[in-house]
């Protein structure tokens, strides 16, 4: 039998800003009539570090297709699982994405059918306004989100209700206001910020941890901006006279993302903190390598974080939760200055590294 071609129009449902996916190719022993469509794009092809973008892949004249996603981008932290074998796609991306993500999306069946789907991602950092003209986005007028007035703080009880005001600028017009919580056992929804940017959450037992909570505001013209917030719930603690058991946040350790290759005064930290888990078995070098990243999923995982093995902004905020907080029996009224915080920070990571150089001399025997 023959070999036949056929090219087939891949079509995109739902996207104002054009056809963005050109064209599929079957080919096979069979002539493969059906085609590939992209659906429920959001929230568009342009997207801001930390912003959530999800589409579905639908394929018709298929006998059971699979899905099969690869990314041209190198060392970005998308890949072939964040396309499910349903043709769900959901990726949040992290400063290392920041750029064009050209996605290459194959679909056959055990027939021999098989078509592929060029289709481009362009991550932009947060805070940047975008418009698009056909498949080539372009930046436009500069826009900004900002939070204040957290209150009555960054750290809560559990039943202690927190505030935060968002305040979008650089919009023609009053944009719409979501939040995401990076948490997965989280309580948050969209019915917690309000349409003038009022964000208010009152935590439960089950949302003690910390959250990195993800605020944006879009237009209906697509400009989107992006801030996070950090909120630490505790359980209540139990007060004694005018004393209480008081969680006080040292200034934060991990300010960059890591990842695979990174070469960084903080991976030997990260290092150091793994070993001191039990996540890491390898000597601190400073060199984030594949075992380093191996540990930071174990990290991840126990910490119900996405398992990427990057070191992003919700494992940051993990991190610096763990080696920045100390508990200490102080007055409720009362603040820690900041030079007796970085002294406890320094002595905690001198404390890790002598169980570092005993490890390493218990091995040698």
Do not use: C
């Not at 920041?98 to 481009?120: C, F, M």
């Not at 990427?308 to 102080?330: D, Y």
């Amino acid at each position: 039998m023959n070999k036949s071609f056929q090219m087939n129009a891949v079509r995109i449902a739902g996207y104002a800003g054009g056809l963005l996916l050109l064209l599929g190719t079957a080919t096979g022993a069979y002539a493969n009539t059906g085609t590939i469509n992209i659906n429920s794009i959001s929230p568009g092809n342009s997207i801001p570090v930390g912003t959530k973008v999800t589409f579905t892949v639908t394929a018709t004249g298929f006998n059971s297709p699979k899905y099969v996603l690869s990314d041209g981008y190198h060392n970005g932290s998308l890949g072939g699982y964040d396309l499910d074998s349903l043709g769900q796609f959901a990726w949040t991306p992290v400063q290392n994405d920041v750029g064009t993500h050209p996605l290459a999306i194959v679909v056959s069946d055990s027939s021999g059918n098989a078509a592929t789907a060029n289709y481009t991602l362009t991550v932009t950092p947060s805070g940047t306004s975008i418009s698009s003209s056909g498949s080539n986005p372009v930046s436009t007028s500069p826009i900004s989100l900002s939070l204040s007035g957290v209150s009555p703080s960054s750290k809560v009880n559990a039943g202690q209700t927190v505030t935060v005001s968002a305040v979008a600028s650089g919009f023609p017009d009053a944009p719409n206001y979501t939040v995401f919580d990076s948490s997965e056992a989280s309580s948050i929804t969209n019915t917690n910020i309000s349409s003038n940017g009022v964000f208010s959450w009152t935590p439960q037992t089950n949302d003690a941890g910390t959250h990195l909570i993800n605020i944006t505001a879009a237009d209906t013209a697509g400009r989107i901006a992006t801030s996070s917030v950090v909120i630490a719930v505790q359980t209540a603690a139990g007060t004694t006279g005018t004393t209480a058991t008081q969680t006080t946040a040292a200034d934060p350790t991990f300010t960059t993302d890591l990842a695979l290759g990174s070469n960084d005064p903080q991976v030997m930290t990260l290092q150091q903190v793994l070993i001191a888990q039990g996540d890491l078995t390898a000597t601190a070098n400073g060199h984030f390598g594949d075992a380093t990243k191996a540990a930071v999923i174990k990290f991840q995982a126990a910490h119900k974080i996405a398992q990427l093995g990057n070191v992003g902004p919700t494992t940051r905020a993990a991190l610096n939760a763990l080696v920045g907080t100390t508990n200490t029996a102080t007055p409720v009224t009362s603040t820690t200055n900041s030079s007796v915080k970085s002294q406890i920070q320094t002595e905690f990571l001198s404390i890790l590294s002598a169980i570092q150089l005993i490890e390493s001399q218990i091995s040698s025997l």
